[in-house]
């Protein structure tokens, strides 16, 4: 069974900083493909970020250069630095996988709140 738990979510000011982590089972982590999404009230879900299996990153336009996603493959970890945080980041960020077979995993979400 898939499972997919992030953690690190919570209350910040503008300006501050901070470290999700999403912990995973149930997959070949080394060669999943990983990334973060999310969704703010009233919004559909977006792309944050992606890291490949090799390490190759990819982050949507209003992550460059604030948020930075890696990966810990013999922790089977995938992390989200977000820094220079603003309030349009208040959001329900979700972990997502995509292993080999192509079928997508979700994980339940954590709230982040960037308060001004």
């Known amino acids: 069974q898939v499972q997919l738990e992030e953690s690190g979510g919570g209350l910040v000011q503008a300006g501050g900083s901070l470290r999700l982590s999403c912990a995973t089972s149930g997959i070949t982590f080394s060669t999943t493909l990983m990334g973060w999404f999310r969704q703010a009230p009233g919004k559909q879900r977006e792309l944050v970020a992606r890291?490949?299996?090799?390490?190759?990153?990819i982050y949507a336009d209003s992550a460059k250069g604030r948020f930075t996603i890696s990966r810990d493959n013999a922790k089977e970890r995938v992390y989200l630095q977000k820094n220079s945080l603003t309030p349009e980041d208040t959001a329900v960020y979700y972990c997502n996988a995509v292993p080999r077979s192509g079928i997508q995993y979700w994980g339940k979400g954590t709230l982040v709140t960037v308060s001004s």
């Open positions: 890291i490949t299996s090799s390490g190759l990153t």
